[in-house]
């Protein structure tokens, strides 16, 4: 653990105009963290410039965020004194930013995730921390921000959805504790809640009646699986950045030990989501196709069939079962 909360304050206190990026396919605590951030930069005087690596769009849920519309695209940032990264373990996650990292003279790291490569100048990483924003809300606290409201909605947001509303195993005292002043900052819960978690639109819940149909249950490595197929955006008039919580479906199954999404991506291969429950890493499991992700959570991008996926997923669930089993014995 590592939190060098001094050092990032006196680099950004001593300067002028900071790039903030979060990873790309940003999640709610990507966009928590950035733009509360940004907000606070912005209120003492900072010139800031907020993106990530990626065609600039964003997923129906997250654009009610204060600041949102600040976001400009990452050709536009592409050197300067300082960049601020959140929420990605490694230069990969930057996408596009990754090739701009050398026009950079500091870089600041702020991660949670457990294998973060510490590419930064400056590492601020907390794997105990349930999101970055936790991170960020510490941060923000040691350097006097001005903390409003819609500062404290933001890193709310960015908890709320990195825990499953306070449900995952990263939900620790801390988060709530932090949660709790939040609240004292000036966030209404139910607002949030309702912004992100009541805010499908009727072809996305036409979408998710399709994924949960085709669900299938794999009873040896207690895996449960579904996928959405490029057709399946066009016929439904979905879009992909709505089907961010769909996983949190299929995982409900008392039966699945790890649930998986497969999604087809127009031009960029077979993403996958996994969760898992209790003792599989699936952090682990996603790095062995140079994604990531934490214990819990994670994902990776595939370039092969969705049943050869499949397989391949099944036999590492498999595989780390009984080496758990082995060791206990
Ligand atoms: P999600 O399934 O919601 O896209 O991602 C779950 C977790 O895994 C998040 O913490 C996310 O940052 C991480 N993750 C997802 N995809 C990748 C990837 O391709 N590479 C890495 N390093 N992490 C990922
Ligand atoms: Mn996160």
Not at 6 to 27: F, G, K, R, Y
Not at 125 to 146: C, G, H, K, P
Not at 277 to 303: F, P, Y
């Amino acid at each position: 653990m590592n939190k060098p909360f001094a050092e990032a304050a006196l680099l950004i206190n001593a300067t002028e105009s900071i790039v903030l990026a979060a990873h790309v396919q940003p999640d709610g605590d990507a966009f928590g963290s950035l733009l509360a951030m940004a907000t606070c930069l912005k209120q003492t005087g900072k010139n800031v410039c907020s993106t990530w690596g990626e065609e600039i769009r964003i997923p129906p849920q997250y654009q009610w965020m204060p600041g949102i519309d600040t976001v400009v695209d990452c050709r536009q940032c592409t050197e300067g004194d300082l960049l601020i990264t959140l929420d990605c373990a490694n230069e990969r996650r930057l996408g596009m930013m990754e090739s701009s990292l050398p026009g950079f003279k500091s870089i600041i790291n702020i991660d949670h995730h457990v294998d973060n490569s510490n590419f930064g100048t400056i590492n601020i990483l907390d794997f105990y921390a349930s999101a970055t924003a936790e991170i960020v809300y510490q941060l923000l606290r040691f350097m006097n921000a001005d903390i409003d409201s819609d500062v404290a909605t933001l890193l709310y947001a960015g908890i709320v959805t990195d825990t499953g509303r306070f449900q995952y195993q990263n939900t620790t005292a801390q988060t709530l504790r932090i949660a709790t002043e939040l609240v004292e900052f000036g966030v209404i819960p139910n607002n949030i809640f309702h912004k992100i978690y009541e805010n499908l639109s009727f072809s996305t819940l036409k979408l998710l009646a399709r994924v949960l149909d085709r669900a299938k249950y794999i009873a040896e490595s207690k895996l449960i699986y579904s996928y959405t197929l490029n057709g399946d955006l066009k016929e439904t008039g979905a879009d992909m950045g709505d089907t961010e919580n769909f996983i949190d479906y299929l995982r409900m199954a008392k039966e699945s030990n790890v649930a998986a999404i497969f999604k087809e991506v127009p031009g960029a291969g077979l993403r996958v989501s996994l969760r898992s429950k209790g003792s599989i890493d699936v952090g682990a499991i996603a790095r062995e196709k140079s994604g990531g992700g934490h214990r819990n959570a994670a994902g990776a991008t595939l370039n092969i069939p969705i049943a050869d996926a499949v397989e391949w997923l099944s036999t590492r669930i498999i595989a780390q079962t009984s080496a758990s089993i082995s060791i206990n014995e």
